[in-house]
């Protein structure tokens, strides 16, 4: 798993897109639904899963110029097993 900093503006209402949980997946094992945890002063507006693509998306607003946000998105797969990720984000208004 490879994990990047996503850049935000304050003004921003951005959906963020988990990519490739498949890397988590044994086979015939498939993602359950993905449940994210935002830190404040973010506001989570929706949330989805794509359990075919095995991604997982939120979508966010509230970000303050400088802040570093860490999201947290939590999956119990179809065998029962539970699979954590974080993902930064930083806000910068350039």
Partial sequence: MSVS???IDPDDVV?????????VLPATVTLGTVTHTVPA?????SESTDT???TSTVRVSGA???GLYLIEAQSTLSNGEVVNRQFPVRCFNG
């Fill in 5 to 7: 900093l996503a850049l």
């Fill in 15 to 23: 959906s963020l897109t988990i990519g490739n949980w498949a890397d």
């Fill in 41 to 45: 002063p973010l506001t989570k507006v």
């Fill in 52 to 54: 075919g693509a095995a």
């Fill in 64 to 66: 303050l110029h400088g």
